[in-house]
């Protein structure tokens, strides 16, 4: 159990981040706003992916031979990943990164 000097010191400094206008949030709650589905394992070879680098980026061409929905997305390397893209069985999608540091890593479901 704390001794009531350490007590009353974590109320001081609780009152004066308040007073102060600090606004203290618990690490999870910051990220759970802002975070972007987290890319899973790498998507089955049903998800055909071609891959074509540019002067400035690369672009990603997805198609679902699936036979079902799939959500995947694509995972950049040195740089942000695609959103979750959700393919409908035998639909097409491209993702195109605008760059110089990133390069195509792989293809993941999410």
Known sequence: MASP?????AAAASGAAVAGGLL???A????????????????????????????????VSLSNG??????????VNSAPDSPCYTLSAGSHRTYTYEGILGTYDRTAVC
């Open 24 to 26: 203290i949030v618990p």
């Open 66 to 75: 699936c036979g079902r929905t799939m959500r995947v997305q694509v995972v």
């Open 28 to 59: 999870g709650a910051a990220q759970a706003a802002t975070a972007q589905p987290t890319a899973g394992g790498t998507a089955p070879a049903c998800i055909g992916r071609y891959v074509e680098g540019q002067v400035d980026g690369f672009f």
């Open 5 to 9: 000097f350490l007590r009353k010191a």
